[in-house]
T-cell receptor, first 115, second 114 residues
Framework: AQSVTQLGSHVSVSEGALVLLRCNYSSSVPPYLFWYVQYPNQGLQLLLKYTSAATLVKGINGFEAEFKKSETSFHLTKPSAHMSDAAEYFCAVRFFSGGYNKLIFGAGTRLAVHP | EAGVAQSPRYKIIEKRQSVAFWCNPISGHATLYWYQQILGQGPKLLIQFQNNGVVDDSQLPKDRFSAERLKGVDSTLKIQPAKLEDSAVYLC????????????FGQGTRLTVV
């Protein structure tokens, strides 16, 4: 069965430090992968998406993610964290099953950024 | 372009009462989703519509939850009767089609059942 695993429910970094949020997926067919961000009391906003083109995907706010098929991973990175990056981040996978596409989410990683 | 609209933003009800949420997707989006997000968890798909037809409601507790999408545009999700464990944020999302496109989310409705 297809699934999404986000390693680490909480990640804390210093302002200016590298951000690395981990996501592994399980899928029997090539998936489409997404990262969403959720600020308090808000809906989910798309950060970036992988749709089988370039394996390194650049998104908004300086984030990027690399699709590694051999590792079934799609980790999210940002070279230098900003205080405004504090939020919850969700990895999601879209796969084809039962005649239609399904979009499922990981459990999320809460990112804290401290001065 | 207007986003996905949801109402109300917040709702507090007593257990065993009924409640309804409304969603208006982005114009032209054929696919509409309702997700339940319990505090500390990722969104869980409750039901997915393609136009006005249901394509997936496998995780919808059908004894108490119902949803409809009249005329393939806006949608309502109802809970009757509510239980304490239904306390969550209910997110509506839409996408252009069910193919490989991203979903756009509304701000959600936070339901508290007391």
């Amino acid at each position: 069965a297809q699934s999404v695993t986000q390693l680490g429910s909480h990640v804390s970094v210093s302002e200016g430090a590298l951000v690395l949020l981990r996501c592994n997926y399980s899928s029997s067919v090539p998936p489409y992968l997404f990262w969403y961000v959720q600020y308090p009391n808000q809906g989910l906003q798309l950060l970036l998406k992988y749709t089988s083109a370039a394996t390194l995907v650049k998104g908004i706010n300086g984030f990027e993610a690399e699709f590694k098929k051999s590792e079934t991973s799609f980790h999210l990175t940002k070279p230098s964290a900003h205080m405004s990056d504090a939020a919850e981040y969700f990895c999601a996978v879209r796969f084809f099953s039962g005649g239609y596409n399904k979009l499922i989410f990981g459990a999320g990683t809460r990112l804290a950024v401290h001065p | 372009e207007a986003g996905v609209a949801q109402s109300p933003r917040y709702k507090i009800i007593e257990k065993r009462q009924s409640v309804a949420f409304w969603c208006n997707p982005i114009s032209g989006h054929a696919t509409l989703y309702w997700y339940q997000q319990i505090l500390g968890q990722g969104p869980k798909l409750l039901i997915q519509f393609q136009n006005n037809g249901v394509v997936d409601d496998s995780q919808l507790p059908k004894d108490r939850f119902s949803a409809e999408r009249l005329k393939g545009v806006d949608s309502t999700l109802k809970i009757q009767p509510a239980k304490l464990e239904d306390s969550a944020v209910y997110l509506c999302a839409s996408s252009i089609s069910w193919v490989f496109t991203e979903a756009f989310f509304g701000q959600g409705t936070r339901l508290t059942v007391v």
